[in-house]
């Protein structure tokens, strides 16, 4: 058998309700594979030529094994032995050590079918279930949130995959430009490419492959979970120390006494040593350097430059250009000016001639010390990316006879929610929307089926008792035991994410 | 929606991973650094766009050599052709060299230009290699496909003609006409031993009623082999029916190495090997 890194489960239901798009018509039960352009006719019980894919009951399914994951140390903390290449190694599944996860699990349709594994462990003498799914998400985005404060284009502006809209600029954090993808309107709610473009843009960012944006009125981004964005060609290295403000905020006592002014070169906010507020407290002069843009507060100004890849993320490459002005009452020959940007990527240092013009000098030591020191305090620019999706509907079905009953549950902390063993932001009000890390998942462990929606694994976690009390399908409970071990491939937990079966569900599990 | 080509490295860092539809490509190239990097990216723009070229002429290619007199224009298509041509006097279809001949179009991309100390692609067993001066390539070999276990290494000198490893079997992957559990096939190029191994396994073959056999269409549609008896299952058989099995499949490997369209071969059938070509070879490798 090839390698075979992939490992979600792909149901594809488009024959139960488009019966012209996958039934075969003149074989019974004969179903086209759509997963690449071979397009096999796959008999049921057989497997297409990627034995990947296979038609199991008339479903589109993806033949990979299901995940679980074990815990590697053991309560001493000691390594428990594990077959890292993810094969199986045929030792009977541990309770104690053992989650199970949705990835591989496949789902049910329709939804009111008890989901395809509800198992039973035990773990600390309290009978635990957990409720195994494949969710099929139409109603799902991405939020992803790029360390940077170069200029991707305006807010609201379309951001699009292949020339099709899949997203917007939405609201810019600290630091960071944040965008929104997906979603249900571009799932479903435009042409069938735009639809089939943004499903696939959202499972290769979630799987941890790369894609690549255009920003209507703004740049070219490539983004990838857990790594630097790339923007218009250029890897972001790292993040801004702060706005030129938060950066004087930090530095002035440092460089207070080794220059007459510094000012802090910055996109959103330029900061001006000696007329802020740390300057004066340090008991500093207006050096009567006036910058470009509109005063904000003392020392701080919006707007001194165009948005551009020059320094801290404007335009500007000559930094003496934000100079507007030098006050010949206040300023005098031999002054020193030091300018830098907020990341320390860009700095220089003049000294006023006697015409009060700045002349580029050699920059002492002591500030070449402090803009390592601001670079260094810059965070590493990575792009985050996380998966948002309400698991409030017709999948609760799946798990209870009584949906309402498994919301309340999952809100008053009594059932834990997963994503392939990841913890999950549950948030407030009606449903059940999560959102997830999608780095903290398997890997592959998205998948997708050409409605189109995303599949994303699910585990509902909680006391058997409580289980029993919320109208669970008590009956389908398995034992973990009890598994087949031959579909499995497991994985190892991550040290640093919470183990689901312990005391407190929910609480401080979010990401 | 149908899946594009996924293209990316492996976690260790040095080998690239090629996957598109039933195409699985394991690809390592050695040499300095820069070298290794831009033949992963002539390694990764070939395979952008292959599968769905194969697949234009799929009807064609799913044709018996000997039926096929319209002109092959793909690539990787042609190298199956070429491969499969001088086999006519037998029922197969450029299918058979398909893996191979991926592996050496990808191969053959990768190296362009390059100074690499040597390369290959591996196509789920099908194996293409690249050497230079002083370099050899060492291949562990798995003669059981349902038991996977290095039983034997061969190791393929740059002196040697051999740039291709193919094996086949009941088991494997693709559907088989005999009962060969393997027959691994060392030939100049992967794509000619592809097809080599597809048809010695089919030789390897007895009649006997431990063997379970169905029509390749009930198994799989839009199979090259039609209604043709494939082997689902095989039973124990007794010594004489494999030594019968395995001299089949020997007389014809014996032939194409007459005509110069294979180096060796290592046949396996329960437990029993016959191989030829690895010792004159390989000297003191020894196989099985």
């Not at chain 1, 035991?481 to 569900?505: F, G, K, N, V």
Request: proline share 6%; aromatic share 6%.
């Amino acid at each position: 058998m090839p390698n075979n890194p992939t490992a979600h489960t792909k149901i594809d239901t488009t024959d139960i309700d488009n019966s012209s798009a996958n039934i075969g018509g003149m074989k019974e039960g004969v179903i086209t594979c759509d997963a690449c352009p071979v397009l096999c006719r796959i008999r049921p019980g057989q497997t297409g030529a990627c034995d990947r894919y296979g038609n199991m009951g008339g479903i589109l399914t993806r033949m990979d094994p299901m995940a679980v994951m074990r815990k590697v140390t053991d309560d001493s903390g000691k390594t428990v032995p594990f077959a890292d290449d993810g094969a199986w190694d045929g030792t009977v599944l541990r309770p104690a050590d053992t989650f199970i996860t949705g990835i591989g699990s496949g789902t049910t349709y329709p939804d009111y079918k008890p989901a395809p594994f509800i198992v039973a462990s035990k773990h600390r003498d309290v009978d635990m279930v957990t409720v195994v799914s494949e969710g099929i998400f139409s109603y799902c985005g991405l939020k992803a949130k790029i360390d940077t404060d170069r200029y991707i284009g305006p807010e609201t502006a379309a951001v699009r995959c292949d020339g099709e809209q899949v997203g917007h600029v939405t609201t810019a954090e600290y630091g960071s430009q944040m965008l929104a993808l997906g979603g249900v309107r571009h799932l479903t709610g435009g042409s069938k490419k735009e639809g089939t473009v943004t499903c696939r843009m959202m499972l290769n960012l979630c799987n941890g492959e790369s894609v690549e944006f255009t920003i209507d009125g703004g740049a070219t981004l490539t983004l990838q979970a857990g790594k630097p964005p790339i923007i218009d060609d250029l890897k972001e290295e790292r993040m801004r120390v702060g706005c030129g403000s938060a950066t004087i905020g930090i530095f002035a006592k440092q460089w207070h006494g080794h220059a007459d002014e510094v000012i802090v070169v910055d996109d959103h906010i330029t900061g001006v040593l000696s007329e802020h507020q740390a300057g004066r407290f340090l008991g500093m002069e207006p050096a009567g350097m006036r910058v470009r843009g509109r005063r904000s507060t003392p020392g701080r100004y919006f707007q001194v430059a165009e948005p551009g890849n020059g320094w801290g993320g404007t335009d500007v490459t000559d930094p003496l250009e934000i100079i507007d002005r030098i006050d010949a009452k206040k300023a005098q020959p031999g002054m020193r000016l030091f300018m830098v940007s907020t990341t320390g990527e860009d700095a220089a240092y003049f000294v006023l001639n006697d015409d009060l013009k700045p002349e580029p000098a050699d920059m002492p030591e002591h500030l070449a010390m402090v803009v390592d020191r601001i670079g260094e305090n810059c965070e590493p620019a990575l792009t985050s990316i996380l998966f948002m999706a309400g698991a409030g509907g017709s999948l609760r079905a799946g798990v209870t006879e009584n949906p309402v009953r498994l919301t309340h549950s999952v809100h008053q902390s009594l059932t834990q929610v997963t994503c392939g063993g990841a913890p999950v932001f549950i948030w407030p009000g009606g449903g059940i929307t999560i959102m997830v890390d999608v780095t903290r998942l398997p890997a592959n462990g998205f998948g997708y089926v050409p409605t189109p929606a995303i599949v994303a694994p699910i585990e509902f976690t909680l006391r058997q008792d409580d289980y029993a009390a919320l109208g669970g399908h008590t009956d389908s409970i398995r034992q973990l035991e009890d598994i087949d071990a031959d579909r499995l491939r497991q994985e190892s937990w991550p040290s640093d994410t919470r183990w689901p079966y312990s005391d407190h569900p929910n609480e401080g599990s979010n990401p | 929606m149908s899946g594009g080509p996924q293209i990316a490295l492996l976690p260790d860092g040095r080998r690239l991973h090629l996957h598109h539809g039933p195409i699985d490509l394991i690809v390592e190239a050695f040499g300095a650094k820069s070298e290794i990097e831009a033949a992963y990216s002539q390694a990764a723009r070939r395979f952008d766009g292959l599968l769905q070229r194969l697949v234009d002429e799929l009807d064609l290619l799913r044709m018996p050599i000997h039926e096929l007199s319209t002109e092959i224009v793909g690539p990787v298509a042609r190298r199956m052709t070429a491969a499969v041509r001088p086999h006519a006097s037998v029922f197969v279809t450029p299918m058979a060299a398909v893996a191979g001949a991926v592996a050496d179009t990808v191969v053959a991309a990768m190296i362009d230009g390059r100074d690499l100390r040597r390369a290959y692609v591996n196509n789920g067993g099908d194996i293409a290699l690249h050497l230079t001066d002083g370099e050899s390539f060492t291949a562990g070999l798995v003669l059981e496909i349902d038991a996977p276990a290095i039983e034997g290494t061969a190791t393929i000198p740059y002196l040697s003609s051999i740039r291709g490893i193919a094996t086949s079997g009941w088991q494997g992957h693709s559907l088989s006409l005999g009962i060969a559990d393997s027959v691994t096939v060392l030939a100049h190029t992967a794509a000619q031993a592809d097809v080599a191994a597809t048809l010695i396994a089919n030789a390897v073959d007895v009649n006997h009623p431990a063997i379970h056999r169905a029509p390749a269409n009930a198994i799989e549609l839009d199979n090259d082999l039609d209604d043709r008896l494939v082997t689902v299952d095989v039973r124990e058989l007794d010594g004489l029916s494999i030594a019968t099995a395995l001299h089949r499949g020997e007389t014809v490997a014996n032939a194409m190495w007459a005509k110069g369209l294979i180096v060796s071969a290592a046949l396996k059938l329960q437990g029993k090997t016959r191989t030829f070509g690895f010792d004159a070879l390989l000297g003191h490798q020894k196989v099985a």
